[in-house]
């Protein structure tokens, strides 16, 4: 029964992802244009070619949530965190807030930011801890009390919306909702919290969530400091924020639109994609253009996007660029995308156990979503760092005679 309950929690935000899809379709089908990046572009995709496409968009939600579950170790447990790792978190936590609001640091759509010469080093060392990355490790941990993981939530929450973004709002529900379910009863100081009561708070915010959806995106536009605009609440939920949680426009726009994207491939470097997944991990030190898939898919949509935005494709437009490229570079390109994915998983079992599988599930969800390679290898370096970090902290906090 908790092995079942497990993969119910395990499956959930692929649940709602794929949700997303069918939503879109109906949305697509019903006001006769597509959604998200492509808001307002008229359809020309027979109801059932959309319907058909919302089902194949959700296979790599079925695919992530499989080698998730069958790769995370069931024997592992969660490691103590020391007080000065908890510490080391919160301060970092808080120096990132305080740079994005003084110096602009992370902020999104916004120019390169600029910090006195002397904090650069120091600027630099905390970009290399991921705020997201460690905030999961402290929410999802058995060993952190509840009042801290609601701090280091709440501050993760602040960072986001001060740097102009609302996807780690989501991030943020998802791991509260894991951490809920999976063993926030002695945490509570209650005798008993049941999952139904649990199910309906979070179904209370997260309908809170949605009705005050547009409000939300409006504070995030004017914190990027473009142009606000009121939105239809319909319009807003299902052409722009289900949009935004879907891939299925995206796909639909690659497949219409395939032979374009056939005739200028050779603009894409043959391994585009294994280059921008280890971008992150020689940073600055070598210097490679790379033409990203997402990048040539935005510049094959819009010519005037290049250097402004990028359009999110999903997993399966960012394969089939490859596949155009050659068969054996996709085959090349999904290996490494499993191999991120079991990774991810591993290390981030190694923090939590067996329930590092929610907080890998959370961070590569996203991946999916995006189709940005980078996304599926980041969570790595990131786990890598704080790992490293965690064991020089472990060592100096160990009593001198556990060392000698």
Same mark, same amino acid.
């Given at each position: 029964?908790i092995?079942?309950?497990?993969r119910?929690l395990?499956?959930?935000?692929c649940?709602?992802?794929?949700?997303?899809n069918?939503?879109?379709?109906?949305?697509?089908t019903t006001?006769?244009?597509?959604?998200g990046?492509?808001?307002g572009?008229p359809?020309v995709h027979?109801?059932?070619?959309?319907w058909?496409?919302?089902?194949?968009a959700? !296979?790599?939600?079925l695919?992530?949530?499989?080698?998730i579950?069958r790769?995370a170790p #069931?024997?592992?447990?969660p490691? #103590?965190?020391?007080?000065?790792f908890?510490?080391?978190?919160?301060? !970092?936590l808080v120096l990132?807030?305080?740079?994005?609001l003084?110096?602009?640091v992370?902020?999104?759509?916004q120019?390169?930011?600029?910090?006195p010469?002397?904090?650069?080093?120091?600027v630099?060392?905390i970009?290399?801890i991921?705020?997201?990355?460690?905030?999961?490790?402290l929410?999802?941990?058995?060993?952190?009390?509840?009042?801290t993981a609601m701090?280091?939530?709440?501050l993760l929450l602040?960072?986001?919306l001060?740097?102009g973004?609302?996807?780690?709002?989501?991030?943020?529900?998802?791991?509260?909702?894991y951490?809920?379910?999976s063993?926030?009863k002695?945490?509570?100081?209650?005798?008993e919290?049941?999952?139904?009561?649990t199910y309906t708070?979070?179904?209370?915010?997260?309908?809170?969530?949605i009705?005050?959806?547009?409000?939300?995106y409006e504070?995030?536009?004017?914190?990027?400091g473009?142009?606000t605009?009121?939105?239809?609440f319909y319009?807003?939920i299902?052409g722009?924020?289900?949009?935004?949680?879907?891939?299925?426009?995206?796909?639909?726009m690659?497949?219409?639109?395939?032979?374009?994207?056939?005739?200028r491939?050779?603009e894409?470097?043959?391994?585009?994609?294994l280059?921008?997944?280890?971008k992150y991990f020689?940073?600055?030190?070598?210097?490679?253009p790379?033409?990203?898939?997402?990048?040539?898919?935005?510049?094959?949509?819009?010519?005037?996007a290049f250097?402004?935005?990028?359009?999110?494709?999903?997993v399966?437009?960012?394969?089939?660029?490859?596949?155009?490229?050659?068969?054996i570079i996709?085959?090349?390109?999904?290996a490494i995308?499993?191999?991120?994915?079991?990774y991810t998983?591993?290390?981030s079992?190694?923090?939590?156990?067996?329930?590092g599988?929610?907080?890998?599930?959370?961070?590569?969800?996203?991946?999916?979503?995006?189709?940005a390679?980078?996304?599926?290898?980041?969570?790595?370096?990131?786990l890598?760092?704080?790992?490293?970090?965690f064991?020089?902290i472990?060592y100096f906090?160990m009593?001198?005679?556990?060392?000698?």
């Open positions: 029964m092995k079942r309950f497990s119910f395990l499956f959930a935000p649940a709602v992802f794929i949700a997303c069918f939503l879109s379709a109906y949305y697509i006001a006769g244009i597509y959604n990046d492509f808001q572009i359809l027979s109801y059932f070619e959309v058909g496409y919302a089902c194949i959700s !296979i790599p939600y695919i992530l949530y499989y080698i579950s790769v #069931i024997n592992a447990t490691i #103590i965190l020391p007080k000065l908890v510490l080391f978190v919160l301060t !970092i990132s807030l305080v740079l994005t003084t110096y602009g992370g902020m999104m759509a120019g390169i930011y600029s910090t010469a002397p904090l650069k080093p120091f630099v060392l970009n290399r991921d705020p997201v990355v460690i905030a999961g490790i929410i999802l941990s058995p060993y952190v009390k509840f009042r701090l280091v939530a709440g602040l960072i986001t001060f740097r973004s609302l996807q780690y709002v989501l991030f943020t529900l998802l791991v509260c909702f951490r809920f379910m063993h926030e002695r945490a509570l100081k209650a005798k919290t049941s999952k139904l009561t708070l979070f179904f209370i915010f997260t309908a809170l969530l009705n005050f959806a547009p409000e939300l504070l995030r536009e004017s914190i990027r473009l142009e605009r009121n939105y239809d319009e807003f299902f722009k924020l289900v949009g935004r949680l879907s891939n299925l426009s995206a796909l639909l690659f497949e219409g639109r395939y032979d374009l994207f056939y005739q491939i050779d894409l470097q043959p391994f585009a994609y280059l921008d997944c280890l020689w940073g600055s030190f070598i210097k490679t790379v033409m990203a898939h997402y990048v040539y898919y935005t510049s094959i949509l819009d010519v005037n250097g402004f935005y990028a359009m999110q494709t999903g399966l437009p960012a394969m089939g660029l490859s596949w155009m490229k050659s068969p996709m085959v090349f390109d999904i995308t499993g191999l991120s994915i079991f998983v591993r290390l079992t190694f923090f939590l156990g067996y329930s599988k929610y907080l890998a599930m959370s961070l590569l969800i996203f991946a999916v979503l995006s189709g390679p980078s996304q599926f290898s980041l969570p790595i370096f990131h890598a760092v704080v790992m490293a970090v064991s020089i472990k906090a009593p001198s005679r556990k060392r000698s």
